[in-house]
């Protein structure tokens, strides 16, 4: 009689196998999926030809990157090894989506914004789906993955350049009847996304000096993002550029000697600015024009005018929002669902605290916190503690950094390569995803 039961030997080969094909299958789709990014923003930008509206028809970029994310998912299901606090990830943007169906179902929104803020929340939580996934991938498939991102990274910011080089209209940060200030953001839909971009990439270009130390291709990367921070023109480049310059510097140096080195780093680049500003009659131009803008912004702002200009107005939209919330009995704030696609503040933190409740908001930032704040003493664990110190600022300040699904595999990668030193074990297979 023929014994038709599984060695334990032969059960641990057919799971190896498994694991490998699904290894295989989540590393592919990210490939994939970073790979045609670039490409897709370019078209939704091309299709707009330059107009600030929006347009669906023209969103390419957001087909390219949600195929991404439900493709992941669907792989990492099938694997078997989703943990669980991957789970109560999950549970907690399904109870986000449940709220804004009952914001729909009681005429608090129509269908399209309806439509917008789910689309949104998938943004917001498409992070966790990205660490999830570089999990799972062992040190070999990431390194290839993070190549990728740093090859897109300076496709982005060479477009950023390029745009300014050859003053190309539809890579203009402010367009048309808006061009009132100078700028230039590239492929890149929004401006503000692509000062979001800046930030995730210099995190990511700077967490790799240090890892590895410094080399050619590394200062080329950094450097071609920095000109791309100062041509694009937004406030929140400018500081994206400087505090991720500060993180590297505090966790690479200490406090004083980084608190030194900073002063040289920020009095060289004043000395440079002002140079580039009298000898290049271009650039003068656009300064000038910036100049007079925010000179504008602040003759017509009324009172607390510092704080206006420097937030963009948000501060102004967060006072409305207050009011109109006053008039609910501020029960969003408790249960969430409120319309933020008609009513944002642009700050990801009270925007975050209006669509999910502050009970729900308090989970998500303690799932936040894990993934850039681990244990650990060397230089990447505390890179990963000041990048995140500065992510918080500037997205609760300018906004479109967690909301944005350009940012979200770039924030992923950071996450998980700090957590990989943390673990202090080389390899996916002993951190399981």
């Known amino acids: 009689m023929i014994d038709s039961t599984i060695s334990p030997c032969d059960s641990k080969i057919r799971t190896s196998a498994w694991d490998n094909s699904s290894r295989v299958t989540i590393w592919l789709a990210l490939l994939v999926g970073i790979a045609l990014s670039p490409l897709a923003d370019f078209m939704s930008v091309y299709a707009l030809k330059g107009q600030v ?35 109560r990830v999950f549970l907690l943007a399904l109870f986000v989506v449940i709220t804004s169906c009952s914001a729909f179902a009681f005429d608090e929104m129509s269908s399209r914004e309806f439509v917008e803020e789910v689309i949104v929340i998938a943004k917001v939580f498409s992070l966790f789906v990205y660490v999830a996934a570089l999990s799972q991938l062992n ?16 496709v982005y910011a060479l477009a950023i350049v390029a745009g300014a080089v050859f ?26 996304e692509a000062s979001a971009l800046v930030l995730a990439g210099l995190g990511l270009a700077y967490l790799h000096i240090v890892q ?29 550029g400087f505090g991720v310059v500060a993180a590297y510097s505090f966790a690479r140096y200490g406090a004083l000697k980084a608190a030194v080195r900073l002063a040289v780093v920020v009095a060289l680049m004043v000395v440079v600015a002002i140079a580039v500003y009298f000898l290049m009659p271009s650039v003068r131009v656009a300064v000038d024009l910036s100049i007079q803008y925010f000179s504008y912004q602040s003759d017509h702002a009324g009172g607390d005018k510092i704080v206006t200009v420097l937030l963009s107005g948000r501060n102004l939209k967060f006072s409305n929002v207050w009011e109109d919330l006053s008039n609910r009995g501020f ?53 990963g503690k000041y990048f995140f110190i500065l992510l918080l600022l500037v997205s609760c ?25 943390s673990a202090g074990k080389p390899g996916a297979d002993t951190a399981q995803p």
């Open 53 to 87: 509206g929006g347009d669906i028809g023209a969103r390419y970029s957001l087909f390219v990157r949600g195929g991404l994310v439900v493709a992941l998912i669907v792989a990492m299901l099938f694997s078997g090894r989703v943990r669980l606090s991957n789970w």
């Open 139 to 154: 040190d070999a498939q990431l390194e290839k993955v993070e190549a990728l991102l740093r090859l897109t990274l300076f």
């Open 167 to 192: 003053s190309i209209d539809i890579f203009r940060s402010y367009r048309g009847e808006t061009q009132i200030r100078a700028g230039y953001k590239g492929i890149i839909y929004a401006q503000n």
């Open 212 to 240: 590895h130390g410094w080399s050619a291709r590394r200062i080329g990367l950094a450097a071609i993002f920095f000109v791309a921070a100062f041509l694009l023109g937004t406030k929140g480049a400018l500081v994206s």
């Open 331 to 383: 029960l969003p704030l408790l249960i969430g669902g409120y319309p933020t696609v008609r009513y944002p503040i642009e700050m990801d933190g009270p925007d975050f605290m209006l669509i999910m409740g502050i009970p729900i908001f308090c989970l998500y930032m303690r799932d936040l916190v894990r993934l850039y704040v681990r244990s650990g003493k060397d230089h990447v664990t505390s890179y």
């Open 397 to 421: 300040s300018a906004g479109h950094v967690l909301t944005s699904a350009i940012v979200a595999p770039y924030l992923a990668m950071i996450a998980d390569i700090v957590r990989r030193r």
